[in-house]
């Protein structure tokens, strides 16, 4: 009686058992998870709150990696320091490239005093709905090569996933609908060049090349913005908002922390575009 229950509760845990799969940001957990559903079991890498630029794993999340089937990379820094050290702890691990295919931009920014052009691309790859729906691609074609059993499962959340993207995005157009082509916003780190080329838009930065403005640079920022009337600076909670706070005060604007790594992804864009609409 004992080794049939034993038995009953093995094949129970094989039949009902998650792959592990593990991702970088919280806006990939958001797209692994609509797709994998409760087939999946979604390890964040780069916990709320923290820069995928300087990010350590904890202890624990190494015994996550351990024992992942799958890891979806999205090209941001982190990745560029741990993914080797990933690999080596488990050789079986998958490593799948979610920005494949997709052509990265160079951080660019249209400044008052200078047009700066970094030499490194923009990984912020998933803030343009159609890059989205490319990046859910490949983690439904992971999923079903990974685990072939449940591939309706998997196509049924793929194209109901796509079909939220799709409707983000055309919502997202009506309410730029009356904003002229090359609308700027302003942005303390740019974060938002994907989206603002999706939509015609420019992204006004306070901070250059990774540096807060100088005094010139402010007081031409300060007179561009009341140009273009900005009616809002968009700032990330995982930077200072100090320079934003006083280009707010002296502009009478409002200060919006928005994060592009808000697992949060549709409600992200729609309060974005009402913003700069001026809703």
């Given at each position: 009686m004992k080794k049939m229950i034993l038995f009953s509760l093995l094949v129970n845990t094989l039949l009902f058992a998650r792959m592990h799969t593990v991702v970088s940001i919280l806006p990939e957990k958001t797209f692994v998870t609509a797709i994998g559903g409760d087939k999946v079991d979604v390890t964040l890498m780069v916990l709320p709150g923290n820069s995928p630029h300087t990010y350590e794993p904890k202890p624990s999340q190494m015994k996550d990696i351990a024992k992942a089937k799958l890891y979806f990379s999205i090209g941001v820094e982190f990745e560029n320091v741990w993914l080797t050290t990933f690999k080596d702890l488990n050789e079986k691990m998958q490593i799948i490239d979610l920005s494949k295919g997709i052509q990265k931009q160079n951080i660019t920014t249209k400044h008052p005093v200078e047009t700066t052009v970094h030499h490194a691309k923009d990984p912020h790859i998933w803030t343009s709905p159609t890059n989205v729906k490319q990046i859910a691609t490949h983690i439904y074609d992971a999923l079903v090569l990974a685990d072939q059993e449940n591939k309706a499962y998997y196509k049924v959340h793929y194209e109901?996933?796509?079909?939220?993207?799709?409707?983000?995005?055309?919502?997202?157009?009506?309410?730029?609908?009356?904003?002229?082509?090359?609308?700027?916003?302003?942005?303390?780190?740019?974060?938002?060049?994907?989206?603002?080329k999706a939509y015609?838009?420019?992204?006004?930065?306070?901070?250059?090349?990774?540096?807060?403005?100088?005094?010139?640079?402010?007081?031409?920022?300060?007179?561009?913005?009341?140009?273009?009337?900005?009616?809002?600076?968009?700032?990330?909670?995982?930077?200072?908002?100090?320079?934003?706070?006083?280009?707010?005060?002296?502009?009478?604007?409002?200060?919006?922390?928005?994060?592009?790594?808000?697992?949060?992804?549709?409600?992200?864009?729609?309060?974005?575009a009402h913003a700069i609409a001026g809703e």
């Open positions: 109901t996933f796509i079909k939220e993207v799709e409707e983000t995005d055309k919502t997202v157009r009506n309410i730029l609908s009356k904003q002229p082509k090359g609308t700027k916003f302003m942005v303390f780190h740019p974060s938002w060049g994907y989206f603002a015609g838009l420019i992204q006004l930065p306070a901070e250059l090349e990774g540096k807060s403005p100088k005094p010139k640079e402010l007081i031409a920022l300060i007179k561009e913005a009341k140009e273009e009337k900005i009616s809002a600076i968009f700032t990330q909670p995982e930077f200072s908002d100090a320079i934003a706070k006083v280009l707010a005060n002296e502009l009478h604007i409002k200060v919006i922390k928005v994060s592009p790594l808000s697992p949060h992804w549709s409600e992200n864009l729609l309060n974005i």
